[in-house]
């Protein structure tokens, strides 16, 4: 413990004395969500509207460790002490086509976990001129998420295959959201579609943050506005500050913009590739005052991601992998914490069940290496038989194992290797 | 007077040796795994054009609606001779687009909640892919032919046609089939009263409407 309280990673002053959460900006994020809710609810009244919507009943059951959203560091969203606990999620997504070439969305979440119960998760126009040629274009406007899932495509940003989604659709969940432009150029052939893309954003500065204090997890949480990420207490001690220690992840702290630049190529015969470079462009050692001694850094995070989807048969293939770079500098000190992460999901369409089967494998490195330390590595196996019995309804069990080595586990009195299991029965209603 | 009843004879002549000398011939249609395929149009074109073939390639034009219901073209494929006119209807609250940029024809509509398009003419023999640019994933297909005769599968992947007995090229077409994957015509040999079964094995691309389901929403 007497090394974990020297780590000096994102500590600038050390009184132990903090407030996580500055519950005026809170408030206001809530209020955004109401608006938004209103003006869902308003607008809904009206035509050229689609409206999706999603509603899980939910029993789980864990074991290992304390979960990371309760300060510990077990990688599953249920772990040890919260089996058997029901409870509710729910997804809100609307589609409003004002004209021809323009359109509104907006995707709501209420879940658990995650601070405010309720957040908005995406909420942006898109201008896409009608075209009748095989060119076309479009901008996006607003929050939304970057073009790298190729498995969350249901309603709320959720899997079609299993629920919980991978390592990596996970951390975008958590920490990766847009707030900005996107411009895209499509070309529309007989047998493909090509398409590329770039965007400009802000209201980025923390992501990777959860990479470096957490590490991996694999949980269906995604975060929008009016969420809060929780780092793992022993973490939040180590930069004495008293734990909880929650924080917003879209923050704007160096006013620098960020990004990302995509290409995809989607044939009907093959399937589709996917890659994405991104960089947040943040100044590491800028911060936000969060707390009384406590700030909340930017992390300059720069990844690539490759994604690719076929179909064989009645066999569905999916595979992603992500590989970057996350750094913080408070004065006079620097770290960068490397993180790759991957999975192949296979997943069966045999009518009203479907089957999948995930691995996914994931490492984090921190450089320079402190003891002890923050680095990791591990892998985790997803197993999840969906069954539709009627268009309205999706039952689901699954059961996720994640085999992780983390040494900062030792600060809390575990050994560095944990293995992590959970079991969820699901009854998701569809609107 | 006297040529017009004579010419009402011939027709009758004619109709009645539609029904009388024509054969059955059952095409059945699956996909690789052999399960049956729906929505695969059949035509038939003789290897000597008859009088009775070209009766049928000369029928009067006529009208299809496609509907937009739900979010979906329907039907999926429909089958037009040239000259034939398209009307597309949408019966949804939201609004749509129906466009192609097929070489065989192009146009394009944006339908409000319960219109009508004007009717459009497709004079040309082709394939035609119909989308909205609104909703990218409703499509539908027009299969523009004038052969004498054609027939649709069903969902049993079954197509019946009658044939005078004659020799004929027979081909079939799906929208899934693959950009590489031609549909080549197989010749047949029809005798009278002779029934004939006929089986096709397509290899199909995946058929995305699988994924539309409801809680799909597309990221």
């Given amino acids: 413990m007497a090394t974990l309280m020297t780590h000096p990673i994102i500590r600038r002053t050390s009184p132990p004395q903090v407030v996580a959460v500055a519950p005026s900006r809170g408030s206001v994020r809530c209020g955004v969500v109401l608006a938004s809710c209103l003006l ?6 009206a035509e050229d509207i689609s409206v ?24 599953t969203r249920f772990g040890d002490g919260d089996a058997g606990t029901p409870f509710a999620n729910a997804a809100l997504s609307v589609h409003w086509q004002v004209t021809p070439a323009w ?46 899932s190729l498995e969350n495509d249901g309603i709320g940003w959720t899997s079609l295959w299993t629920l919980t989604p991978s390592a990596i659709n996970t951390w975008i969940g958590e920490e990766l959201r847009t707030f900005g432009a996107e411009a895209r150029i499509e070309h529309r052939g007989e047998a493909d579609t090509l398409s590329a893309g770039a965007a400009l954003f802000g209201t980025k500065d923390p992501a990777g943050e959860i990479l470096a204090s957490r590490g991996w997890s694999l949980s269906d949480l995604v975060a929008g506005i009016g969420s809060r990420l929780r780092e793992p207490d022993a973490y939040a001690t180590s930069i004495g500050v008293a734990p909880p220690r929650r924080y917003d992840p879209f923050l704007e702290i160096d006013h620098r913009v960020g990004i990302y630049a995509d290409a995809e190529w989607t044939s009907a015969q093959y399937g589709r590739l996917r890659a994405l470079y991104y960089d947040n462009r943040a100044d590491p050692s800028t911060y936000h005052p969060f707390g009384a001694g406590d700030d909340l850094f930017s992390w300059r995070t720069r990844f690539v991601s490759v994604g690719a989807q076929t179909q064989i048969d009645r066999l569905e293939l999916i595979a992603q992998a992500m590989d970057g770079t996350t750094k913080v500098a408070p004065p006079g000190f620097a770290s960068e914490t490397h993180f790759s992460a991957t999975y192949v999901l296979a997943g069966w369409n045999l009518g009203a069940w ?30 999840a038989l969906n069954w539709r019995p009627r268009e309205w309804l999706r039952l689901t069990g699954e059961a996720l194992r994640i085999d992780s080595t983390r040494d900062a586990r030792l600060s809390v009195g575990l050994a560095p290797r944990q293995v992590d299991t959970q079991i969820q029965l699901n009854a998701r209603f569809l609107y | 007077m006297g040529r017009r009843i004579l010419q009402l004879v011939a027709y009758v002549l004619l109709a009645g040796c539609d029904l009388a000398c024509a054969t059955p011939l059952d095409v059945r249609v699956t996909d690789a795994r052999g399960a049956p395929v729906a929505d695969a149009v059949v035509t038939v074109v003789p290897q000597v054009a008859s009088r009775e073939s070209e009766a049928l390639s000369q029928r009067a034009p006529r009208t299809h609606v496609i509907d937009q219901r739900n979010e979906t073209f329907i039907p999926y494929v429909e089958v037009f001779r040239p000259g034939d006119s398209v009307i597309f209807r949408n019966s949804d609250r939201t609004r749509h687009h129906a466009y192609s940029f097929s070489s065989a024809r192009q146009f394009d ?70 950009p590489s994957g ?13 029934p004939r079964d006929l089986a096709f094995s397509l290899q199909l691309m995946p058929d995305p409407r699988a994924s539309m389901d409801r809680e799909r929403v597309g990221y």
């Fill in chain 1, 40 to 45: 869902m609810t308003s607008v809904a009244l």
């Fill in chain 1, 103 to 148: 359109s509104l969305s907006t995707d709501v979440r209420y879940q658990p976990h995650l601070g405010s119960a309720l957040s908005l998760t995406e909420a942006f126009a898109r201008y896409r001129p009608v075209s009748t040629g095989a060119w076309r274009w479009s901008v996006k406007l607003g929050e939304f998420f970057p073009p790298i």
């Fill in chain 2, 109 to 178: 509509f944006v339908l409000g909640s319960g219109e009508d398009s004007p009717p459009m003419v497709l004079d040309k023999n082709g394939t035609i892919a119909v989308g909205c640019n609104i909703h990218d994933k409703m499509i539908t297909f027009f299969y523009v032919t004038d052969a004498p005769w054609y027939a649709q599968s069903e969902k049993s992947g079954k197509a019946r046609l009658d044939l005078p007995a004659g020799s004929y090229a027979i081909r079939v077409w799906h929208p899934l089939l693959p």
């Fill in chain 1, 52 to 75: 999706r919507a999603s509603a899980d009943v939910r029993v789980t059951g864990g074991s290992g460790e304390n979960s990371w959203t309760q300060g510990g560091f077990g990688k």
């Fill in chain 1, 354 to 383: 479907r089957p999948a089967l995930r691995l996914d494998a994931f490492t984090t490195r921190q450089t320079p290496d402190f003891p002890p330390r923050m680095s990791e590595h591990g892998n985790a196996l997803t197993f």
């Fill in chain 2, 182 to 194: 031609h549909d080549e015509p197989r010749s047949i040999a029809v005798a009278a009263d002779a």
